[in-house]
């Protein structure tokens, strides 16, 4: 019930395009849904977080679209960009986020 | 601000062997947190401090693996004795417990254990 499961393992889009990453989750206690980026050799970085009260959240050209009913998130990459390339982590919390449980990430490789 | 900042970067050791990973948390933040990255198990919380007190340890996978945190500008991830099955990449990340938003956890580039 803790798990987050995330999908595709990995993403080949063309540059331009639109990159899209699906989490799924069971425990309804998690209120707290945040996207990491990772590029080689580094940490994770936050990217973009969304709380459930809320059906999408937008920051440039990345998007987290939620749905609470079926207990779904996904992250839109408009407009994929070659420095996009990298691994994508989705992830969920609870109390205050502390206790994250990370999905097992995602690589996108965008074409130049 | 430097970031979160860890050593070693690199350790290759040989089974058997004492590892200890240090890690320097972003000043301020009130938690700390160890996390582990394979391939195999993707990234797993291993354990994690508020305020230089362990709160939940229970990712941590074996007696072997202990970590500490004496003072809030300090923390070590141990493993002793060391296995090859412990080659990762270990992360340390730090998260202040206030402000929007309050879940972000700054990481640190982490460092590549491997156990020979």
């Known amino acids: 019930q803790q798990q987050v499961k995330q999908s595709p393992q990995s993403l080949i889009v063309q540059k331009g395009g639109i990159s899209i990453i699906n989490c799924a989750y069971e425990?309804?206690?998690?209120?707290?849904f945040p996207w990491y980026q990772q590029f080689p050799g580094k940490g994770p970085a936050l990217l973009i977080a969304?709380?459930?009260?809320?059906s999408e959240k937008k920051e440039g050209r990345f998007t987290i679209s939620f749905n609470k009913s079926a207990k779904q998130f996904s992250l839109h990459i408009m407009d994929s960009q070659p420095g996009d390339s990298a691994t994508y982590f989705c992830?969920?919390?609870?109390?205050?986020?502390?206790?994250?449980?990370f999905g097992a990430g995602t690589r996108l490789f965008v074409k130049a | 601000d430097a970031g979160v900042i860890q050593s070693p970067r690199h350790e290759v050791t040989e089974m058997g062997q004492e590892v200890t990973l240090r890690c320097k948390p972003i000043?301020?933040?009130?938690?700390l947190f160890w996390y582990r990255q394979t391939m195999m198990r993707g990234l797993e919380l291993l354990i994690y401090?508020?305020?230089?007190?362990?709160?939940?340890d229970s990712g941590m996978p074996e007696d072997r693996f202990s970590a500490k945190m004496p003072n809030a500008s300090f923390s070590t991830l141990k493993i002793q004795p060391s296995e090859p099955r412990d080659s990762a990449v270990y992360f340390c990340?730090?998260?202040?417990?206030?402000?929007?938003?309050?879940?972000?956890?700054?990481f640190g580039p982490g460092t590549r254990l491997t156990v020979l």
């Open positions: 990340a730090s998260s202040p417990s206030l402000g929007e938003p309050q879940s972000e956890q700054f």
């Open positions: 425990n309804t206690a998690f209120d707290y």
């Open positions: 969304i709380r459930p009260d809320v």
């Open positions: 992830a969920a919390s609870s109390g205050g986020g502390f206790k994250t449980i």
């Open positions: 000043s301020g933040h009130d938690y």
């Open positions: 401090f508020n305020n230089n007190v362990p709160i939940d």
